[in-house]
Protein backbone atom coordinates (compact mmCIF):
# COMPACT_ATOMS: atom_id res chain seq x y z
CA UNK A 1 0.00 0.00 0.00
CA UNK A 2 1.05 3.39 -0.92
CA UNK A 3 1.65 5.80 2.04
CA UNK A 4 0.50 9.13 0.59
CA UNK A 5 -0.18 10.71 3.77
CA UNK A 6 2.09 11.74 6.41
CA UNK A 7 -0.43 11.78 9.20
CA UNK A 8 -0.98 8.50 8.61
CA UNK A 9 2.75 7.36 8.29
CA UNK A 10 3.30 9.22 11.53
CA UNK A 11 -0.08 6.81 13.29
CA UNK A 12 1.77 3.57 11.63
CA UNK A 13 5.26 4.93 13.56
CA UNK A 14 3.42 5.50 16.25
CA UNK A 15 2.40 1.90 16.09
CA UNK A 16 5.40 0.55 15.76
CA UNK A 17 6.99 2.47 18.86
CA UNK A 18 4.24 1.12 21.31
CA UNK A 19 5.05 -2.52 20.45
CA UNK A 20 8.49 -2.78 21.35
CA UNK A 21 6.78 -1.73 24.87
CA UNK A 22 4.84 -4.99 26.75
CA UNK A 23 3.06 -2.37 29.37
CA UNK A 24 -0.15 -4.70 28.98
CA UNK A 25 -0.49 -8.19 27.73
CA UNK A 26 -1.84 -8.61 24.35
CA UNK A 27 -5.28 -8.64 23.18
CA UNK A 28 -6.67 -11.31 21.82
CA UNK A 29 -9.79 -12.44 19.70
CA UNK A 30 -11.13 -14.28 22.78
CA UNK A 31 -10.41 -11.16 24.95
CA UNK A 32 -12.44 -9.18 22.60
CA UNK A 33 -15.67 -11.74 22.57
CA UNK A 34 -15.63 -11.51 26.28
CA UNK A 35 -16.21 -7.66 26.38
CA UNK A 36 -18.62 -7.95 23.54
CA UNK A 37 -20.72 -10.04 25.43
CA UNK A 38 -20.02 -8.21 28.41
CA UNK A 39 -21.87 -5.00 26.43
CA UNK A 40 -24.16 -5.92 24.44
CA UNK A 41 -26.59 -6.65 27.29
CA UNK A 42 -26.05 -3.21 27.89
CA UNK A 43 -26.40 -1.63 25.09
CA UNK A 44 -29.33 -3.55 24.10
CA UNK A 45 -30.63 -2.40 27.78
CA UNK A 46 -30.17 1.35 26.54
CA UNK A 47 -31.01 1.36 23.59
CA UNK A 48 -34.19 -0.88 24.09
CA UNK A 49 -33.59 -2.73 20.97
CA UNK A 50 -32.37 -6.25 20.62
CA UNK A 51 -29.38 -7.49 18.22
CA UNK A 52 -30.64 -9.84 15.47
CA UNK A 53 -27.53 -11.75 15.23
CA UNK A 54 -24.46 -11.94 17.35
CA UNK A 55 -22.18 -9.28 16.65
CA UNK A 56 -18.88 -10.42 15.38
CA UNK A 57 -15.71 -8.88 16.59
CA UNK A 58 -12.04 -8.95 15.56
CA UNK A 59 -8.72 -7.82 16.62
CA UNK A 60 -8.09 -5.24 13.58
CA UNK A 61 -4.63 -4.20 11.75
CA UNK A 62 -4.64 -0.12 10.78
CA UNK A 63 -3.48 -0.63 7.00
CA UNK A 64 -6.53 -3.11 6.75
CA UNK A 65 -8.69 -0.75 8.33
CA UNK A 66 -7.31 2.55 6.59
CA UNK A 67 -8.32 0.56 3.30
CA UNK A 68 -12.10 -0.27 4.45
CA UNK A 69 -12.58 2.54 6.26
CA UNK A 70 -11.44 4.52 2.78
CA UNK A 71 -13.93 2.61 0.96
CA UNK A 72 -16.89 3.77 2.87
CA UNK A 73 -15.69 7.25 2.97
CA UNK A 74 -15.37 7.03 -1.10
CA UNK A 75 -19.02 5.76 -1.31
CA UNK A 76 -20.22 8.29 1.27
CA UNK A 77 -18.34 11.08 -0.88
CA UNK A 78 -19.11 9.68 -4.12
CA UNK A 79 -22.66 10.03 -3.36
CA UNK A 80 -22.77 13.74 -1.56
CA UNK A 81 -20.52 15.36 -4.64
CA UNK A 82 -21.65 13.30 -7.98
CA UNK A 83 -19.38 15.78 -10.08
CA UNK A 84 -16.23 15.52 -8.55
CA UNK A 85 -13.84 13.56 -10.29
CA UNK A 86 -11.68 10.59 -9.11
CA UNK A 87 -8.56 12.15 -8.26
CA UNK A 88 -10.37 15.22 -6.44
CA UNK A 89 -11.92 12.19 -4.84
CA UNK A 90 -9.20 10.35 -3.36
CA UNK A 91 -7.30 13.46 -2.49
CA UNK A 92 -10.85 14.02 -0.51
CA UNK A 93 -10.90 10.63 1.25
CA UNK A 94 -6.96 10.27 1.72
CA UNK A 95 -7.52 13.05 3.81
CA UNK A 96 -10.53 12.09 5.94
CA UNK A 97 -9.89 8.67 6.30
CA UNK A 98 -5.90 9.54 7.43
CA UNK A 99 -6.78 11.77 10.14
CA UNK A 100 -9.51 9.81 11.34
CA UNK A 101 -7.27 6.17 11.58
CA UNK A 102 -4.58 8.40 13.70
CA UNK A 103 -6.96 8.27 15.99
CA UNK A 104 -9.24 5.35 15.70
CA UNK A 105 -9.49 2.38 18.36
CA UNK A 106 -12.41 0.59 16.88
CA UNK A 107 -14.42 0.58 14.20
CA UNK A 108 -18.03 -0.77 12.66
CA UNK A 109 -17.44 -2.27 9.03
CA UNK A 110 -20.18 -2.13 7.43
CA UNK A 111 -18.95 -4.19 4.33
CA UNK A 112 -18.11 -6.82 6.62
CA UNK A 113 -20.66 -6.72 9.52
CA UNK A 114 -17.77 -6.81 11.84
CA UNK A 115 -16.59 -4.84 14.75
CA UNK A 116 -12.99 -4.65 14.44
CA UNK A 117 -11.12 -3.13 17.54
CA UNK A 118 -7.15 -1.46 16.97
CA UNK A 119 -5.52 -2.04 20.66
CA UNK A 120 -1.79 -1.64 19.57
CA UNK A 121 -3.30 2.10 17.96
CA UNK A 122 -4.93 2.38 21.41
CA UNK A 123 -1.48 1.44 23.36
CA UNK A 124 0.27 3.99 21.24
CA UNK A 125 -2.00 6.68 22.15
CA UNK A 126 -1.62 6.48 25.62
CA UNK A 127 2.05 5.64 25.30
CA UNK A 128 2.26 8.89 23.26
CA UNK A 129 0.29 10.61 26.47
CA UNK A 130 2.25 12.27 29.27
CA UNK A 131 -0.95 12.54 31.37
CA UNK A 132 -2.81 10.15 33.26
CA UNK A 133 -3.05 6.57 31.90
CA UNK A 134 -6.10 5.04 32.30
CA UNK A 135 -7.15 1.04 32.11
CA UNK A 136 -6.23 -0.63 28.35
CA UNK A 137 -8.93 -3.26 28.66
CA UNK A 138 -11.53 -0.53 30.43
CA UNK A 139 -11.10 1.63 27.89
CA UNK A 140 -11.67 -1.25 25.19
CA UNK A 141 -14.55 -2.18 26.63
CA UNK A 142 -16.20 1.39 26.65
CA UNK A 143 -14.57 1.78 22.48
CA UNK A 144 -16.39 -1.53 21.64
CA UNK A 145 -19.61 -0.42 23.32
CA UNK A 146 -19.37 2.28 21.17
CA UNK A 147 -18.82 0.33 18.13
CA UNK A 148 -21.65 -1.95 19.12
CA UNK A 149 -23.93 1.14 18.91
CA UNK A 150 -23.82 1.54 15.61
CA UNK A 151 -23.85 -2.30 14.67
CA UNK A 152 -27.39 -1.77 16.01
CA UNK A 153 -28.29 1.24 14.17
CA UNK A 154 -27.57 -0.33 11.25
CA UNK A 155 -29.60 -3.12 11.87
CA UNK A 156 -32.63 -0.89 13.33
CA UNK A 157 -32.31 2.18 10.31
CA UNK A 158 -30.11 0.77 7.69
CA UNK A 159 -27.39 3.16 8.77
CA UNK A 160 -25.00 3.15 6.02
CA UNK A 161 -27.63 3.50 2.99
CA UNK A 162 -28.85 6.16 4.96
CA UNK A 163 -25.42 7.92 4.81
CA UNK A 164 -25.29 7.67 1.06
CA UNK A 165 -28.43 9.60 0.38
CA UNK A 166 -27.35 12.98 1.61
CA UNK A 167 -26.22 15.23 -1.04
CA UNK A 168 -25.78 18.68 1.46
CA UNK A 169 -22.96 18.83 3.63
CA UNK A 170 -24.30 20.46 6.59
CA UNK A 171 -27.44 18.17 6.61
CA UNK A 172 -24.85 15.18 6.53
CA UNK A 173 -22.98 17.05 9.47
CA UNK A 174 -25.79 17.43 10.94
CA UNK A 175 -26.87 13.35 10.69
CA UNK A 176 -23.53 12.15 11.57
CA UNK A 177 -23.86 14.14 14.92
CA UNK A 178 -27.17 12.29 15.86
CA UNK A 179 -24.99 8.82 14.80
CA UNK A 180 -22.19 9.63 16.98
CA UNK A 181 -23.73 11.27 19.66
CA UNK A 182 -26.28 8.46 20.40
CA UNK A 183 -23.20 5.76 20.45
CA UNK A 184 -20.47 8.56 22.64
CA UNK A 185 -23.94 8.72 24.73
CA UNK A 186 -24.41 5.25 25.11
CA UNK A 187 -20.89 4.38 25.65
CA UNK A 188 -20.63 7.07 28.67
CA UNK A 189 -24.14 5.82 30.51
CA UNK A 190 -22.47 2.17 29.74
CA UNK A 191 -18.65 3.13 31.45
CA UNK A 192 -20.27 4.91 34.52
CA UNK A 193 -22.43 1.75 34.77
CA UNK A 194 -18.84 -0.12 34.49
CA UNK A 195 -17.43 2.34 37.01
CA UNK A 196 -14.93 3.23 34.29
CA UNK A 197 -14.99 7.36 35.06
CA UNK A 198 -11.50 7.79 34.29
CA UNK A 199 -11.66 5.82 30.72
CA UNK A 200 -14.75 7.72 30.06
CA UNK A 201 -13.13 10.99 30.72
CA UNK A 202 -10.01 9.96 29.13
CA UNK A 203 -11.56 8.97 25.67
CA UNK A 204 -14.09 12.07 25.80
CA UNK A 205 -10.71 14.11 26.10
CA UNK A 206 -9.77 12.82 23.06
CA UNK A 207 -12.23 14.40 20.75
CA UNK A 208 -12.25 17.82 22.06
CA UNK A 209 -10.27 20.19 20.08
CA UNK A 210 -8.30 21.56 23.10
CA UNK A 211 -6.20 19.02 23.66
CA UNK A 212 -4.65 19.22 20.12
CA UNK A 213 -4.61 22.83 19.59
CA UNK A 214 -0.80 24.29 18.54
CA UNK A 215 0.56 21.27 20.17
CA UNK A 216 2.38 20.88 16.69
CA UNK A 217 1.41 24.23 15.38
CA UNK A 218 1.37 23.29 11.21
CA UNK A 219 -0.37 20.08 11.82
CA UNK A 220 -3.19 22.15 13.59
CA UNK A 221 -3.61 24.63 10.88
CA UNK A 222 -3.80 21.57 8.39
CA UNK A 223 -6.10 19.36 10.54
CA UNK A 224 -7.82 21.77 13.03
CA UNK A 225 -11.42 22.05 10.83
CA UNK A 226 -11.38 18.40 10.93
CA UNK A 227 -10.72 17.87 14.36
CA UNK A 228 -12.90 20.18 15.66
CA UNK A 229 -15.62 18.68 13.17
CA UNK A 230 -14.81 15.38 15.08
CA UNK A 231 -15.16 17.63 18.28
CA UNK A 232 -18.91 19.03 17.27
CA UNK A 233 -19.88 15.43 16.08
CA UNK A 234 -19.34 13.28 19.10
CA UNK A 235 -19.43 15.02 22.13
CA UNK A 236 -21.86 18.06 20.28
CA UNK A 237 -24.01 15.47 19.24
CA UNK A 238 -23.62 13.38 22.97
CA UNK A 239 -25.16 16.82 24.01
CA UNK A 240 -28.23 17.35 21.65
CA UNK A 241 -28.60 13.35 22.07
CA UNK A 242 -28.82 13.38 25.82
CA UNK A 243 -31.45 16.25 25.57
CA UNK A 244 -33.40 14.59 23.41
CA UNK A 245 -32.96 11.50 25.73
CA UNK A 246 -34.38 13.10 28.64
CA UNK A 247 -37.51 14.18 26.89
CA UNK A 248 -38.44 10.95 24.72
CA UNK A 249 -36.50 8.46 26.16
CA UNK A 250 -34.42 5.37 23.80
CA UNK A 251 -37.46 5.33 21.37
CA UNK A 252 -37.13 9.20 20.81
CA UNK A 253 -33.41 8.64 19.51
CA UNK A 254 -34.38 6.02 17.18
CA UNK A 255 -37.04 8.58 15.81
CA UNK A 256 -34.60 11.19 15.72
CA UNK A 257 -32.23 9.06 13.58
CA UNK A 258 -35.15 8.23 11.15
CA UNK A 259 -35.92 12.41 11.34
CA UNK A 260 -32.63 14.39 12.04
CA UNK A 261 -31.91 17.76 11.80
CA UNK A 262 -31.13 19.30 8.34
CA UNK A 263 -29.15 21.36 9.75
CA UNK A 264 -26.07 21.82 12.18
CA UNK A 265 -27.52 25.03 13.79
CA UNK A 266 -29.93 22.72 15.18
CA UNK A 267 -27.75 20.58 16.94
CA UNK A 268 -26.77 23.98 18.75
CA UNK A 269 -29.71 24.97 19.34
CA UNK A 270 -32.01 21.93 19.97
CA UNK A 271 -35.21 24.35 20.62
CA UNK A 272 -35.53 24.22 16.70
CA UNK A 273 -35.92 20.75 16.11
CA UNK A 274 -38.98 20.05 14.29
CA UNK A 275 -39.34 23.03 13.20
CA UNK A 276 -36.44 24.27 11.46
CA UNK A 277 -36.55 27.31 9.88
CA UNK A 278 -37.30 27.11 6.00
CA UNK A 279 -34.63 28.57 3.84
CA UNK A 280 -35.65 31.87 2.49
CA UNK A 281 -32.65 32.46 0.35
CA UNK A 282 -31.56 30.09 -2.67
CA UNK A 283 -27.43 30.40 -2.78
CA UNK A 284 -27.38 27.10 -5.19
CA UNK A 285 -25.14 28.28 -7.89
CA UNK A 286 -24.35 31.67 -6.52
CA UNK A 287 -20.12 30.38 -6.76
CA UNK A 288 -20.16 28.66 -9.64
CA UNK A 289 -17.94 29.61 -12.10
CA UNK A 290 -15.62 31.75 -10.07
CA UNK A 291 -12.68 29.86 -9.27
CA UNK A 292 -11.25 31.19 -12.70
CA UNK A 293 -10.08 34.51 -11.51
CA UNK A 294 -7.70 31.84 -8.97
CA UNK A 295 -5.36 31.25 -11.98
CA UNK A 296 -4.75 29.69 -15.25
CA UNK A 297 -5.19 25.73 -15.10
CA UNK A 298 -7.43 23.17 -14.25
CA UNK A 299 -9.76 23.20 -10.74
CA UNK A 300 -11.45 21.07 -8.88
CA UNK A 301 -14.19 22.40 -7.10
CA UNK A 302 -16.64 21.12 -4.53
CA UNK A 303 -19.37 23.98 -3.36
CA UNK A 304 -21.47 23.16 -0.80
CA UNK A 305 -23.35 24.74 2.33
CA UNK A 306 -21.10 26.54 4.99
CA UNK A 307 -23.33 25.25 8.32
CA UNK A 308 -22.34 26.19 11.12
CA UNK A 309 -20.50 23.31 12.40
CA UNK A 310 -17.78 24.18 9.48
CA UNK A 311 -18.33 28.03 10.38
CA UNK A 312 -17.34 27.25 14.02
CA UNK A 313 -14.85 25.04 12.44
CA UNK A 314 -12.71 27.99 11.25
CA UNK A 315 -13.23 30.99 13.86
CA UNK A 316 -11.56 29.14 16.65
CA UNK A 317 -10.09 31.87 18.44
CA UNK A 318 -13.00 34.03 20.07
CA UNK A 319 -15.34 32.83 22.90
CA UNK A 320 -18.01 30.27 21.53
CA UNK A 321 -20.27 32.29 23.66
CA UNK A 322 -19.41 35.25 21.42
CA UNK A 323 -20.55 33.74 18.53
CA UNK A 324 -23.64 32.03 19.19
CA UNK A 325 -26.16 35.06 19.04
CA UNK A 326 -24.32 35.86 15.93
CA UNK A 327 -24.59 32.53 14.16
CA UNK A 328 -27.87 32.65 15.29
CA UNK A 329 -28.52 35.02 12.81
CA UNK A 330 -27.37 33.43 9.76
CA UNK A 331 -29.53 33.14 7.27
CA UNK A 332 -27.94 31.11 3.99
CA UNK A 333 -24.72 30.54 3.05
CA UNK A 334 -22.51 28.85 0.66
CA UNK A 335 -18.68 27.97 0.10
CA UNK A 336 -16.88 26.55 -2.84
CA UNK A 337 -13.62 24.99 -2.74
CA UNK A 338 -11.09 25.32 -5.41
CA UNK A 339 -8.04 23.21 -5.26
CA UNK A 340 -5.10 21.76 -8.00
CA UNK A 341 -2.58 18.85 -7.72
CA UNK A 342 -2.17 19.33 -3.83
CA UNK A 343 -4.32 19.99 -0.73
CA UNK A 344 -2.07 22.48 0.48
CA UNK A 345 -2.30 24.57 -2.76
CA UNK A 346 -6.43 26.22 -3.09
CA UNK A 347 -8.32 28.81 -2.76
CA UNK A 348 -11.99 29.22 -0.86
CA UNK A 349 -15.14 31.68 -1.04
CA UNK A 350 -16.99 31.80 2.39
CA UNK A 351 -20.28 33.46 1.91
CA UNK A 352 -22.82 34.16 4.72
CA UNK A 353 -26.04 36.05 4.55
CA UNK A 354 -27.09 37.61 7.58
CA UNK A 355 -30.79 38.95 9.17
CA UNK A 356 -29.64 42.01 8.90
CA UNK A 357 -26.41 44.63 8.53
CA UNK A 358 -25.04 44.57 12.44
CA UNK A 359 -25.08 41.07 12.66
CA UNK A 360 -22.78 40.90 9.19
CA UNK A 361 -21.09 43.12 11.05
CA UNK A 362 -20.43 41.87 14.32
CA UNK A 363 -19.65 38.75 12.73
CA UNK A 364 -16.74 40.38 10.73
CA UNK A 365 -15.32 41.64 13.73
CA UNK A 366 -15.00 38.26 15.60
CA UNK A 367 -13.55 36.29 12.62
CA UNK A 368 -10.76 39.29 12.40
CA UNK A 369 -10.14 39.23 15.90
CA UNK A 370 -9.77 35.50 15.75
CA UNK A 371 -6.92 35.52 12.56
CA UNK A 372 -5.33 38.02 15.49
CA UNK A 373 -5.39 36.02 18.33
CA UNK A 374 -4.46 33.02 16.37
CA UNK A 375 -1.25 35.15 15.27
CA UNK A 376 -0.40 35.97 19.38
CA UNK A 377 -0.74 32.18 19.95
CA UNK A 378 1.30 31.17 17.08
CA UNK A 379 3.88 33.38 17.93
CA UNK A 380 4.46 31.73 21.41
CA UNK A 381 5.20 28.88 20.01
CA UNK A 382 8.59 27.89 20.50
CA UNK A 383 10.58 27.89 16.98
CA UNK A 384 7.52 29.03 15.25
CA UNK A 385 7.91 32.55 13.36
CA UNK A 386 5.48 34.62 11.68
CA UNK A 387 7.62 36.31 8.70
CA UNK A 388 5.14 38.41 7.89
CA UNK A 389 1.18 39.65 9.14
CA UNK A 390 -0.11 42.12 7.53
CA UNK A 391 -3.99 43.14 8.47
CA UNK A 392 -4.79 46.45 6.35
CA UNK A 393 -7.86 47.94 4.59
CA UNK A 394 -8.30 47.52 0.82
CA UNK A 395 -9.37 50.00 -1.42
CA UNK A 396 -13.01 48.98 -2.33
CA UNK A 397 -15.67 51.92 -2.62
CA UNK A 398 -18.66 49.13 -2.87
CA UNK A 399 -17.99 47.21 -0.12
CA UNK A 400 -18.90 48.49 3.70
CA UNK A 401 -15.74 47.40 4.81
CA UNK A 402 -13.06 45.56 3.00
CA UNK A 403 -9.92 44.41 4.23
CA UNK A 404 -7.00 41.66 3.85
CA UNK A 405 -4.56 39.40 5.65
CA UNK A 406 -1.74 38.40 5.05
CA UNK A 407 0.09 35.43 6.78
CA UNK A 408 3.40 34.11 5.34
CA UNK A 409 4.88 31.57 7.84
CA UNK A 410 7.87 28.95 7.74
CA UNK A 411 7.49 26.44 9.88
CA UNK A 412 10.33 24.67 11.62
CA UNK A 413 9.57 21.34 9.71
CA UNK A 414 8.42 22.06 6.63
CA UNK A 415 10.86 23.67 3.45
CA UNK A 416 7.91 25.28 2.03
CA UNK A 417 6.96 28.88 3.15
CA UNK A 418 3.46 28.73 3.17
CA UNK A 419 1.16 31.94 2.64
CA UNK A 420 -2.66 32.41 3.56
CA UNK A 421 -4.48 35.38 2.08
CA UNK A 422 -7.47 36.26 3.29
CA UNK A 423 -9.77 39.06 1.90
CA UNK A 424 -13.03 40.13 3.60
CA UNK A 425 -15.78 42.04 2.39
CA UNK A 426 -19.27 43.11 3.59
CA UNK A 427 -22.00 44.25 1.74
CA UNK A 428 -24.71 45.24 3.92
CA UNK A 429 -25.91 41.77 5.27
CA UNK A 430 -23.66 39.54 3.32
CA UNK A 431 -19.62 38.87 4.43
CA UNK A 432 -17.62 37.39 1.85
CA UNK A 433 -14.10 35.42 3.24
CA UNK A 434 -11.99 34.62 -0.24
CA UNK A 435 -8.46 32.06 1.05
CA UNK A 436 -5.97 31.67 -1.16
CA UNK A 437 -3.43 28.90 0.20
CA UNK A 438 -0.18 29.15 -1.45
CA UNK A 439 -1.57 30.91 -4.84
CA UNK A 440 -0.07 33.54 -6.38
CA UNK A 441 -2.69 36.18 -7.13
CA UNK A 442 -2.11 39.50 -9.29
CA UNK A 443 -3.38 42.14 -8.57
CA UNK A 444 -7.18 42.17 -10.53
CA UNK A 445 -7.82 38.72 -9.73
CA UNK A 446 -9.77 38.58 -5.99
CA UNK A 447 -11.14 42.40 -6.79
CA UNK A 448 -12.73 41.18 -10.40
CA UNK A 449 -13.98 37.99 -8.67
CA UNK A 450 -15.66 39.88 -5.64
CA UNK A 451 -17.37 42.28 -8.58
CA UNK A 452 -19.01 39.41 -9.96
CA UNK A 453 -20.25 38.16 -6.84
CA UNK A 454 -21.02 41.26 -5.79
CA UNK A 455 -23.68 41.49 -8.96
CA UNK A 456 -24.49 37.95 -8.47
CA UNK A 457 -25.58 39.35 -5.38
CA UNK A 458 -27.48 42.58 -6.31
CA UNK A 459 -29.29 40.54 -9.16
CA UNK A 460 -30.91 38.02 -6.13
CA UNK A 461 -31.32 41.73 -4.44
CA UNK A 462 -29.70 40.38 -1.20
CA UNK A 463 -27.16 43.45 -1.69
CA UNK A 464 -28.30 46.98 -2.81
CA UNK A 465 -27.01 48.19 -6.25
ZN1 LIG B 1 -18.74 6.19 16.38
Redesign the pocket.
Given at each position: MKLSSPILALALAATVTAQGETRDAPIHDADLQAMVDKAVPLVEEICGRKFKDRPKARIGEIREIYRLMRGEFRAIYSHLYPKLDDKALEQLVDLEASVTAFSLFGKWIFARSTLYVLPETLKATLALDKGSKPDVRSLLQIVVA??LV?ALQQQEIGLFDRFLAYRDVDALDAFQACV?GH?KFVDGEIAKRLGSTAEAEYWRGLFRYEKFRNRVPLRDLLQRSTRKLNEFRYLGGAEFVRGQWKQHGAEGIWALLKNPPRQTATIFRPDRYGHEPKPTVDLAGILEGLQVHFGRGRWRTLTHSFGEARVRSEVLWVEPEDLDPVLADVIASRELEASRAAITLKGRIKLLVFRDDSAAKRFLELAESSAQNERVNFAKQPGQKWNEFEFADEPDPKADEARVHRIRVKPTLLPAVHRLTIHWRRWGRVTVQVDLLNLKESKADVPKMLAELRQRLVAKKLVAE
Open positions: HEHEA
